[in-house]
């Protein structure tokens, strides 16, 4: 697929770069990857089909309603056709193993899922019974055994074959699947799971995809004018490789650059590199964010004087790149902070850049090199797994993607002094 071109409205200054070729893959939320490691223990008895509306609303009206853990998004009765394969055979590996004896000498009716039995020399998997079902009862944290074992044994199902239920204990997710591919998963490896077509973990998923589709046509595009920027200020040796656009989609005449920036963090502090960290306001976010806030001033009827501080935040243009976007008259008067805009970054930020990136109130944000030691977008391992774009705790919430580059076109992003830079 050809890329597509750049957008009328940029400036020659920035000497046209050939758009990134490559894919966004949304950022999950911390509480996405929690969900996808927080298990449960759940109890589950084999009861015979005819009986089992009698079992649930016996289980519902002595067990469920104590107990107040969220189980809905799990099947409660499951053929045995339906139940994943491990949990197929371990079943099935109980009951022909019968009851097993404790120290007493009384039936032991836990059995605790950790043994798989092996597939027969054919090749082929238990043949199910379908004359029973598989009954999940409740959650083991809130209910004993004991509870369970004396409930399921005083319905007459139980008492007429004269038998004790098997009560089995298996591990099952303790969250909501958040996409349908999850649900699909789960249902393949712990126990069968519904998806709902909501994400109690993260953006919804019509919100995430009308979202990329809007960016595809020009997100390599605003990659590729970070990398430039990145380079402008690594050539000049005022700042490591780092870049970063923000765009305004709604304009006009189409989504328009409104300003452009690469860090600047060595700038008049070179003697001091090797020591010290540098200008940390000077971050490529920090420096961009500026830019947007100062046009945002010079675009009122009387603005207030630029701060006396400049030199410390460097929120003007530094380069011919730089200048060429902020001159233009691109950014609508009186807006507030970054609400409404997007940022393009060639690095995933700092902590205190993503935390700059979500007070200013940014709608979208996309960076292209993963930074495990120092970024704080990503909620994922290895890294600091901070998902700062996406906490219930914070009060605003943005959507995130990492831009994946095609590997040819790696090597040619500036490189960084450090590997644990913080961008």
């Known amino acids: 697929m050809k890329p597509p071109p750049l957008p009328s409205s940029l400036d020659a200054a920035l000497e046209a770069p050939t758009p990134c070729v490559g894919h966004m893959v949304a950022l999950r939320t911390k509480a996405e990857v929690r969900a996808t490691f927080d298990l449960t223990q759940v109890y589950v008895v084999q009861v015979p089909l005819q009986a089992a509306n009698s079992l ?4 519902d009206e002595t067990i469920h309603r104590l107990e107040g853990v969220n189980l809905q998004h799990l099947r409660r009765f499951v053929k045995p056709a339906s139940l994943p394969l491990r949990l197929r055979q371990e079943f099935e590996f109980a009951t022909s193993k019968g009851p097993s004896q404790t120290m007493d000498g009384c039936p032991e009716e836990k059995l605790q899922i950790s043994r798989v039995l092996p597939e027969n020399e054919s090749g082929n998997d238990v ?4 004359s029973t079902l598989y009954l999940l009862v409740c959650s083991a944290t809130a209910v004993s055994l004991e509870r369970v074992v004396l409930v399921l044994s005083s319905d007459v199902t139980f008492q007429t074959n004269n038998t004790k239920p098997r009560v089995h204990v298996i591990p099952v997710p303790a969250q909501a699947p958040a996409s349908e591919e999850q649900a699909k ?9 519904v998806y709902k077509k909501h994400n109690p973990h993260g953006p919804a998923p019509s919100v995430l995809s009308r979202a990329e589709d809007g960016l595809q046509l020009c997100v390599g ?13 690594a050539s000049l040796s005022v700042g490591e490789g780092i870049g970063a656009v923000v ?12 300003a452009t920036a690469g860090d600047a963090r060595w700038k ?4 001091q590199q090797v020591q010290d960290s540098g200008n940390v306001m000077a971050h490529a976010v920090m420096r961009v964010i500026g830019m947007v806030a100062r046009k945002r001033r010079e675009a009122l009827p009387s603005h207030v004087a630029a701060s006396p501080d400049a030199d410390l935040f460097l929120d003007y243009p530094l380069t011919p790149g730089e200048s060429a976007v902020y001159s233009r008259d691109a950014i609508e008067p009186g807006g507030y902070l ?7 970054l060639t690095h995933e930020p700092c902590v205190m850049c993503s935390m700059a990136i979500l007070h200013s109130r940014f709608d979208q944000v996309v960076f292209a090199k993963s930074m495990p030691r120092t970024g704080a977008l990503s909620a994922d391992a290895p890294g600091l797994a901070y998902g700062l774009f996406w906490l219930p705790e914070l009060n605003w919430k943005m959507l995130a993607w990492h831009f994946v580059e095609m590997i040819d076109q790696r090597d040619a992003l500036p490189a960084c002094t450090a590997r644990s830079i913080h961008a």
């Open 338 to 344: 970054c609400t409404g805009l997007q940022i393009f």
């Open 247 to 258: 765009v305004d989609p709604s304009m006009a005449g189409g989504p328009t650059a409104v």
């Open 221 to 233: 595009t605003w990659m590729a004018i970070a990398r430039t920027v990145a380079s402008d200020s």
């Open 268 to 271: 008049g502090k070179m003697e």
């Open 56 to 59: 649930l609303r016996r289980i």
């Open 185 to 193: 998963q789960w249902s393949q490896d712990y126990w069968p799971a």
């Open 127 to 130: 043949v199910p019974d379908a």
